[in-house]
């Protein structure tokens, strides 16, 4: 099992900033890639970004391409995201998960928290 707590989500200003972080605990930590999703109102969930599990790779989702930076810190088993420019269509709960290595699948899932960009 890996438990995954998000934080440091709430409300913003568009163009400001907000840096996520996911705490993770359980399995060895450096066994998962992390990735961020994203699901506003009424929308099906969207990927924003995952890391691979030394974090030496990276990818984006289109729509924050350029703006998020996703980051790990395997001694203190934490995933960032660092959100730069931020639009009222950011506005979403974000969840951060868990895929082992050798799964194409997204096993574990935090419960998320709200991100609000005011225009």
């Known amino acids: 099992q890996v438990q995954l707590v998000e934080s440091g989500g709430g409300l913003v200003q568009a163009g400001g900033s907000l840096r996520l972080s996911c705490a993770a605990s359980?399995?060895?930590?450096?066994?998962?890639?992390m990735g961020w999703f994203r699901q506003a109102p009424g929308k099906e969930r969207e990927f924003v970004a995952v890391i691979n599990w030394s974090g030496t790779s990276s990818y984006y989702g289109d729509s924050v391409k350029g703006r998020f930076t996703i980051s790990r810190d395997i001694a203190k088993t934490t995933v960032y995201l660092q959100m730069n420019s931020l639009k009222p269509e950011d506005t979403a709960v974000y969840y951060c998960?868990?895929?082992?290595?050798?799964?194409?699948?997204?096993?574990?899932w935090g419960q998320g928290t709200q991100v609000t960009v005011s225009s």
């Open positions: 359980g399995r060895t930590f450096s066994s998962y890639s």
């Open positions: 998960a868990a895929r082992h290595m050798g799964s194409n699948d997204y096993a574990y």
